[in-house]
């Protein structure tokens, strides 16, 4: 079970990286022609911050996968360093429906974000940008929500928590009694910050929803009444 939640971990890792990968950077002209509403200071803060969750959250997995990885291996030379390493003692791992759930979830979250760079190929940036010859991309996961990379971003960003921060999780942080220490305060109001900043970001589509609009006009307006939601099939 030990190597299990280790290995189901690693995905994890993997996933969250894969998520924020960052197919293409706008260029200047670029986001100089979609002229977005967006706050300047946000757009400015979008890099650094998108770059910070990685790390952070990625440090974060990366501590209970190998957390997971020594309690599977008790006697090895890389096991006895994890636990001089980390604080406290290392609980037998286990992996409850909680844990599952949230893993399968970051997974098909991860492969849709993927689809999603895939169908926009280029033109697929970070920043609001409209590209020179850009079009309106209705194809794969286009063809059912409108933006499905915000979506899988929701799916991945709101699940990974789950493995490490909820009592039901069966986690390091939980089972040797981290989260109730100062430090787990600190790193659970972090992620709680950058939560909110995905939450931001991904409410750019309304923004994104009315450039296209303007640039495509009628084009967009039959593949708005075509795929009507947003986000979510049937919800929003």
């Keep these: 079970m030990s190597f299990f939640r280790a290995n189901?971990?690693?995905i994890a890792v993997l996933c969250h990286q894969a998520a924020m990968f960052e197919p293409r950077r706008a260029s200047s002209r670029e986001r100089e022609r979609a002229k977005s509403n967006l706050p300047s200071l946000f757009e400015r803060t979008l890099q650094p911050i998108v770059a910070a969750n990685r790390l952070f959250v990625g440090v974060l997995l990366s501590l209970e996968t190998a957390a997971s990885y020594a309690a599977a291996t008790p006697f090895s030379a890389f096991s006895k360093r994890i636990f001089s390493i980390l604080p406290r003692s290392i609980p037998e791992p286990c992996t409850p429906p909680l844990f599952l759930m949230a893993i399968l979830a970051i997974v098909l979250g991860s492969i849709l974000r993927v689809?999603?760079?895939?169908?926009?190929?280029?033109?697929?940036?970070?920043e609001v940008s409209l590209a020179a010859r850009h079009k309106l991309v209705t194809s794969g996961p286009y063809a059912i929500v409108r933006h499905p990379g915000y979506t899988a971003m929701l799916l991945v960003?709101?699940?990974?928590?789950?493995?490490?921060?909820?009592?039901?999780s069966g986690s390091w942080w939980w089972g040797a009694g981290v989260a109730h220490t100062s430090l787990g305060h600190a790193v659970v109001g972090t992620w709680a910050a950058l939560l909110g900043h995905v939450t931001l970001a991904v409410c750019r589509a309304f923004v994104e929803d009315a450039l296209l609009h303007k640039m495509f006009g009628t084009e967009w307006e039959a593949y708005a009444r075509s795929v009507r939601y947003r986000y979510i099939p049937g919800v929003f």
């Excluded at 689809?115 to 970070?126: C, E, N, P, Q, V």
């Excluded at 960003?157 to 039901?168: A, D, I, N, T, V």
């Design 115 to 126: 689809l999603s760079f895939r169908a926009m190929k280029g033109l697929f940036t970070y």
């Design 8 to 10: 189901l971990m690693l």
């Design 157 to 168: 960003q709101f699940s990974l928590p789950l493995l490490c921060l909820s009592p039901g």
